[in-house]
């Protein structure tokens, strides 16, 4: 008997017995209760918030739904006229345009920026905060401003050329579509480049200082750091801030719409300018959730095409 005791005495001793199995069980290769429990109230948000949205646009999509009148269920009819709907193929070029146009300058801009206020001197952290503020003021509210401001003879875009002598001061920026285009795309870059700016600068201000010091000690000068040393270890940064312009631009809405309205006529209409237009002008909400469903679907491959194409090479 004295043996028995002995040998579960020394089992307990050693952690042989029973609670090990039970700390096994809570180990972090098997999640418990707790683990599911708190990953729940996030699957719950997706799941109410994207997935049963999601489905539910699928089937307004495969009928006509108008706000005003009877549903009918039409199947794939509002897919398979999108392929011969002229005006969204005009505003898929558009906003391709558009994109290609603002893409490059915000990404330049941002970069220059962030060079100049990414060391710690002074005044720093207030040019920081005055390139930043145009981003979070908004889009639309600048959009609101600039609409004053681009008026003939009285808005300050109009009095400041014509003190400069490039205009007479009574161009109607809003009634022209280049003009137009080209107005909003240098609103856009100036807006949007301080968080170019900010997500650059971070990504600046986390390379060690030796590297540089090693390459001026090589003799190597600013642009060579820069394209040797700050270019190659921001890759994956300036990847996600391209990628980043890019989906914003092709769903530009806000800026378009209080600026232009997409006129004149149809001339600087986007996207989903043209989707909300078919939704709550012509009452075709059917037709309009097809559209953005194909919207979603072509901006995800985009994003696929570019995470592949600005990945950093092993």
């Known amino acids: ?21 039970r700390i096994g069980r809570g180990s972090l290769t098997h999640p418990s209760r707790t683990g ?8 719950l948000f997706v799941a109410v918030f994207v997935l049963v949205p999601l489905g539910f646009a699928l089937v307004i999509s495969l009928t006509n739904w108008p706000l005003i009148g009877t549903v009918k269920f039409s199947g794939l009819k509002n897919y398979t006229a999108i392929v011969s709907d002229a005006a ?4 898929v070029l558009y906003t391709l345009l558009y994109t290609v146009i603002v893409t490059g300058p915000i990404l330049v801009l941002g970069y220059a920026l962030a060079v100049l206020v990414r060391r710690k001197r002074r005044g720093s952290t207030l040019l920081r905060t005055v390139f930043f503020l145009p981003f979070v003021v908004g889009l639309s509210t600048l959009s609101f401003v600039t609409v004053l401001e681009a008026q003939p003879e009285s808005g300050i875009i109009n009095v400041v050329l ?3 002598g490039i205009t007479d001061g009574t161009t109607a920026w809003l009634v022209d579509g280049p003009l137009a285009t080209g107005l909003i795309c240098v609103l856009v870059v100036w807006a949007v480049s301080g968080l170019t700016m900010m997500l650059l600068m971070a990504g600046m201000q986390a390379i060690p200082r030796e590297y540089y010091e090693s390459a001026e000690l090589d003799g190597a000068g600013w642009w060579k750091q820069e394209r040797e040393i700050t270019i190659p270890i921001l890759r994956r940064t300036i990847a996600m801030a391209v990628i980043i312009s890019v ?4 769903l530009a809405f806000s800026q378009f719409y209080v600026l232009t309205r997409g006129g004149p006529g149809t001339d600087t209409t986007t996207v989903v300018q043209y989707i909300y237009n078919r939704a709550f002008v012509q009452l075709q ?3 309009a959730t097809a559209l953005s469903i194909v919207l979603v679907i072509v901006v995800g491959l985009v994003t696929a095409a570019q995470f592949r194409l600005l990945r950093e090479k092993d």
């Open 88 to 91: 969204f193929a005009k505003s």
């Open 162 to 164: 014509k003190d400069l």
């Open 36 to 43: 599911l429990l708190l990953v729940t109230p996030a699957v």
């Open 1 to 21: 008997m004295s043996t028995g005791v002995d040998i579960r005495s020394s089992r307990l001793a050693n952690g042989a017995g029973s609670a090990p199995r």
């Open 247 to 250: 989906i914003g631009s092709l």
């Open 285 to 287: 909400l059917g037709a």
